[in-house]
């Protein structure tokens, strides 16, 4: 099949079910109704074909056993709607080409022509037509005018009721593909919407079996994650506990040591090797999923603490905008993101500048700075735990590799979305998007 016409076809399975369901069911029907005319149609021929012969010997007869003054007078009571008589020679022209009138000619033949030896033909200009000639006992000619029926009429209402029976086909076809994807689309959306947090909500294990045996398969599927990830999160707590004890104790061993450079370097490797393990249980952490539940928020009062510590700090922090509403959020995961962003932002550019919006029922939170922002390249893999860009992230400016990682997880956790982008005039531009403005 042609890559044309496969993109003709709906994209949703729903779609594409029910259009081929109503267009076979369609063709069925139409191919029935055609099949009930034409029988219905073949019946009335046939019936009327033995009536024919019927009544035109009948007629015949009675005509030959009139006197010949009062023929004329029957030829009206005789005649019928698709029939006539007239006492005549009629019209010549070519034998009946039109298939009803060679049945009619063959009718009436088989009826009176064994006793009245006639001719048939069709009329010139209406080849539907017939006349059939033949002479009485006493030789008067009589012609038989045949002009058949253009079919038997239908009913006013059988139109109506086909376009019913259509409309019904589709609804049927709607509901019937309906009940049968509606499970396919709650997988879908059960898969979409299992996050970090692994809140999902289970799947009802019923239905028919295929679905019931998906639904089962997908919640063993969350269980295994859960375990999967509080057993991650168990060994890097457990980690972080026995690797605090003995930096702690390394940490004492230097304090008291001789102040020399590889003193110092050594205290810093150890400071280092400490925030890499917070830094590490927090990701663990966010991975597996905030406990924080949702509230109801000032987040101008939020952002204004939030840069007010900065401020008190001495860093280069400011804030323009206001958000006109409150927000549900979690608002320590906020001030989470924010201040990753933020000390990014002081890290590499020495100043950062907070923008908040909102607009269409989302707040809108940009952090922006003047460093030397980060390749086209890399600016998604940045979001990868413990990724580091080549001369920008080094042991000098402290940084762990998890900021970034540790903001996007716990976007992901509150449906947030979290992006970055290269500032046209230099530096880096962090966009946090929030949904449920309250």
């Known amino acids: 099949m042609k890559l044309s016409t496969l993109l003709r076809w709906p994209r949703t399975l729903f779609a594409r079910l029910a259009l081929i369901l109503f ?18 149609d073949q019946t009335m021929t046939n019936v009327m074909m033995g009536y024919i012969e019927r009544e035109v010997t009948s007629s015949v007869a009675l005509l030959d056993h009139l006197p010949a003054n009062e023929r004329a007078e029957w030829l009206p009571r005789l005649a019928r709607r698709t029939y006539t008589f007239n006492l005549g020679p009629g019209v010549a022209g070519a034998p009946p080409d039109a298939k009803l009138s060679a049945r009619v000619a063959q009718s009436i033949a088989d009826g009176i022509g064994k006793r009245y030896p006639l001719t048939a033909n069709a009329v010139p200009g209406d080849p539907d037509r017939l006349q059939v000639h033949l002479q009485l006992s006493d030789g008067t000619p009589l012609t038989i005018d045949y002009r058949p029926m253009p079919g038997a009429p239908l009913s006013p209402w059988l139109s109506w009721l086909l376009v019913l029976q259509l409309v019904v086909l589709a609804a049927c076809c709607w509901l019937a593909v309906r009940l049968a994807t509606r499970p396919l689309s709650h997988l879908a959306r059960a898969a979409d919407t299992l996050g970090p947090d692994l809140k999902v909500e289970r799947l009802p294990e019923d ?22 990830m509080t057993e991650r999160l168990q060994i890097l707590a457990a980690i972080s506990h026995d ?3 003995p930096i702690t104790r390394m940490r004492l061993r230097v304090d008291v040591m001789d102040e020399s450079p590889e003193g110092a370097k050594l205290q810093q490797d ?9 830094e590490g249980v927090t990701y663990a952490r966010t991975m597996h999923g905030a406990s924080e539940a ?3 928020i000032d987040p101008n009062a939020l952002f204004d603490s939030l840069v007010f510590d900065y401020v008190d700090a001495g860093q280069d922090v400011s804030l ?15 001030r989470r993101i924010v201040g990753n962003l933020v000390d990014n932002a002081l890290k590499f550019g020495g100043a950062a500048e907070i923008r908040v919006a909102s607009q269409d029922g989302r707040v809108r939170v940009s952090v922006l700075d003047r460093g030397p922002g980060i390749p086209d390249e890399s ?12 001369g920008s992230r ?24 979290l992006s970055l982008r290269n500032r046209p005039d230099g530096g880096l531009e962090a966009t946090l998007v929030l949904k449920g403005v309250g």
């Open 379 to 390: 600016l998604e893999a940045v979001f990868e735990p413990f990724y580091r860009l080549e």
């Open 394 to 417: 080094n042991r000098g400016t402290g940084g762990t590799g998890l900021g970034l990682a540790i903001a996007r997880q716990l976007a992901l956790a509150m449906d947030a979305t």
């Open 23 to 40: 267009v076979s069911l369609a063709l069925v029907q139409t191919l029935s109704v055609w099949l009930t005319m034409t029988e219905r």
């Open 270 to 278: 150890l400071k280092e090797m400490e925030t890499m393990v917070k």
């Open 294 to 296: 949702p509230l109801r």
């Open 320 to 334: 323009h905008g206001r958000i006109d509403t409150a927000l549900v959020t979690r608002p320590q995961a906020l």
């Open 243 to 245: 690797l605090q004890t």
């Open 207 to 228: 239905g028919p079996d295929e679905v019931a045996r998906a639904a089962r398969a997908f919640n063993a599927m969350q269980d295994r994650i859960r375990l999967y």
